[in-house]
């Protein structure tokens, strides 16, 4: 545990169990938190809790379809049931790579998969957790959007910058609630996966279209999402946090 900022807080994580929301779990929950980890595999979050647990932080991992209206209210009352309301939700879940492709090459049931997961399930989380959250002091949500985005180029783009418009359309609707709702635009991370995934060539056409000269870490968006839910950003709300070394840049 590293200090107890978030001490009293509770968390819920979509697609907590890997990746950026296992990052994100992490380090909320060395900060005091009780976090938890939602994610469409069970065994990887309950094993992403078992690891929070075992370093003395407060974590449950949780089964979760973002794109299950019924699952997420299952899983959203138990957590009111457990802990009495909720201050901090993060809407991470999304399909990615495989649906970074035209329309016209993905096809409309595919386009409906990703549109189901990352756009109405960003839906889906918010609105069932809006009454554990609103009032309680701090509460804010972050969605998680990307650099493409800015580009919407693909079917993944188009989702992620309907992501963006959710963003603007919640801050707007629970900002009397006491609620702040921001998004980070990540761009091109250089974790593990993706330098399994990632061949040299385009890893080099992205970092070229940087402004920047460096690989994104993931430590980058992980001090991102703690600005957003910090009180430093308690006048910040419907905004996108472009972190992406300048990629995709525009004004």
């Known amino acids: 545990m590293t200090n107890n ?3 009293g807080k509770i968390a819920f994580i979509t697609g907590g169990g890997r990746g950026f929301g296992k990052a994100f779990g992490t380090a909320l929950a060395e900060r005091g938190a009780h976090v938890v980890l939602a994610d469409i595999d069970d065994e990887v979050a309950e094993s992403a809790a078992a690891e929070l647990i075992a370093r003395g932080a407060g974590a449950t991992g949780v089964a979760c379809d973002v794109a299950d209206e019924a699952a997420v209210a299952a899983a959203l009352d138990a ?7 909720l201050d901090i939700l993060v809407n991470n879940a999304g399909l990615h790579a495989a649906f970074n492709r035209p329309f016209t090459e993905l096809g409309v049931g595919n386009v409906r998969r990703v549109f189901d997961v990352n756009v109405l399930g960003t839906v889906i989380c918010t609105l069932a957790a809006h009454p554990l959250m609103a009032g309680r002091e701090g509460a804010a949500i972050v969605n998680i959007s990307s650099s493409a985005a800015y580009a919407n180029r693909t079917v993944y ?10 963003t603007v359309a919640f801050a707007r609707e629970f900002a009397a609630d006491g609620i702040r709702v921001n998004a980070i635009a990540p761009g091109l991370i250089f974790t593990d996966a993706v330098r399994e995934q990632l061949s040299p060539a385009e890893a080099k056409r992205v970092l070229g279209e940087q402004i920047l000269e460096q690989e994104g870490r ?34």
């Open 5 to 7: 900022e978030y001490a």
């Open 79 to 85: 957590v009111a049931e457990q802990h009495g309301g």
């Open 157 to 166: 783009g188009v989702s992620k910058l309907a992501v963006r418009g959710l």
């Open 218 to 251: 993931e430590e980058d968006i992980v001090e991102a999402l703690l600005y957003l839910l910090s009180p430093k950003a308690s006048f910040v709300t419907g905004e996108t946090l472009r972190v992406t070394g300048g990629f995709a840049l525009s004004v």
